[in-house]
């Protein structure tokens, strides 16, 4: 393999894990500040051990968050030198803005959620777990700008002498639709994440019939906020999807499979396609639907695979612009599928607690332990669509992947960080994953204790 290829996929694995912990984070912190708003509000005892058993559960993921993220970017000068060079002065700021303003806010007020029970006046401590939240949310939306910056290049000019680009208006950068159509689907994804573990730690309690009180409610709110949130995420994902649609037509007619321009065209539910991808052998098919879904009209015109690389050719110069249809295709489609059999369970556990009930079957709590890993598996998925569907391009239009990569990066160097990586990364999930069961096994604090009382043990602990 190429420094090129073995870059992209260090960049890839790298980037798919690390969001296996981001989405829990940025949704978890505002389910956890909820928990203890409920307790402010109704004093009851209850949902402060839900809160501190959720926030160790946050916490943790934080913590291997934060180094992963780290890590990731690292590979922006040791892999991507060239990418770094000519775009970094636009793709630095928000990340720049990330780094000193979201990441000092939520850590900071996690230190002071974490130390400052009973020791702060219970609304400053409250105060504290909201700001953290709020600062997960900017965070995420500052990498998702430079993100879309990638996706749809604004507020920029290259410097004629330079070669580099140059950034005109920050504004622009934050304010790109894309960022903006990007930002609530991204959002409402993770909170599918944080419904599905909670629902899952609920279930693994109450197929026990241990902590009743606690994972009883626990439960419902988890169920009811998996439900909402794959059902907002669907929304907003029809909104990126036509906006994908009149910006980079070639991803949407790759994740359809649509090798020519049609009106009127048709949904592909299964395409079978030759093995180079260059045509469509056998496919099942919906008529009309994408055109539907792309431009809100059943004989609306959407382009061809064919069509739009003709096009890039005469605009952008001889070339293969083709991403891998058969990775962009299945990575749509199972995105769609994983986080429909997400809320589709969490529909049907709400159907199954219905007057607060708790479900008598114990298959129920095997298939929502089982369900965890559906959100999960469809943000990853979502996000190979998105990086691979762009290829060749590492931002649309002006820079190419392979222009991206370190000149004077070797093939075994690229092979011993990959191979360190990805050891590396194992031992954190290897961690991550006992420090988390052996929390949810242990169960809620058995007393949450007065508002006013002495904290016996800090809220994260090992």
Known sequence: MTVLELSRWQFGITTVYHFIFVPLTLSLSYLVAVMQTLWRVRKDDVYLRMTKFFGKIFLINFAVGVVTGIVQEFQFGMNWSAYSKFVGNVFGAPLAMEALLTFFLESTFIGVWIFGWNK????????????????????????????????????????????????????????????????????????????????????????????????????????????????????????????????????????????????????????????????????????????????????????????????????????????????????????????????????????????????????????????????????????IFTEMGRQPWTVFGLLTTAQSVSPGVTVSSVIASLTVFTLLYAALAGIAWWLTVRHVKEGAPAEAGQPGAPEPLPVFQY
């Not at 382009?303 to 050719?313: L, R, S």
Request: hydrophobic content about 50%; charged content about 10%; overall charge positive.
């Open 120 to 383: 702060l006046s219970p609304r400053l401590h409250l105060a504290s777990i909201w700001l953290v939240s709020v600062g997960t949310s900017m965070s995420a939306f500052f990498i998702l700008a430079a993100n879309s910056w990638m996706q749809r290049p604004v507020g920029y000019r290259v410097d004629p002498a330079t070669h580099r680009v140059v950034l005109t208006s920050i504004l622009a950068v934050l304010t790109n639709p894309t960022v903006l159509a990007t930002w609530p689907h991204v959002f409402f994804a993770a909170f599918m994440v944080a419904g599905a573990v909670i629902v899952a730690a609920s279930a693994w309690h109450l197929a026990r019939h241990s902590d009743l009180d606690v994972f009883r409610k626990a439960m419902r709110l988890g169920l009811v906020v998996t439900l909402l949130a794959g059902i907002a995420t669907a929304v907003t994902g029809d909104v990126q999807a036509r906006m994908m649609e009149s910006q980079q037509p070639m991803k949407m007619a790759a994740a359809e499979a649509l090798y020519t321009t049609q009106s009127g065209a048709s949904f592909s539910l299964f395409t079978i396609g030759s093995l180079n991808g260059d045509k469509e052998l056998w496919s099942v098919r919906v008529p009309y639907l994408l055109s539907l879904i792309s431009t809100m009209n059943p004989h609306g015109t959407v382009q061809g695979i064919n069509n739009v690389e003709k096009a890039y050719a005469r605009k952008y110069g001889p070339g293969q612009y083709k991403p891998v249809i058969p990775v962009t295709y299945w990575s749509f489609r199972l995105m769609i599928g994983f986080g429909s059999l997400a809320a589709l369970l969490a529909a049907l556990g709400l159907w199954l607690t219905r007057r607060r009930a708790r479900p008598r079957s114990r298959w129920f709590y095997r298939v929502a332990l089982w369900g965890l890993p559906l959100p999960y598996l469809g943000i990853a998925s979502g996000w």
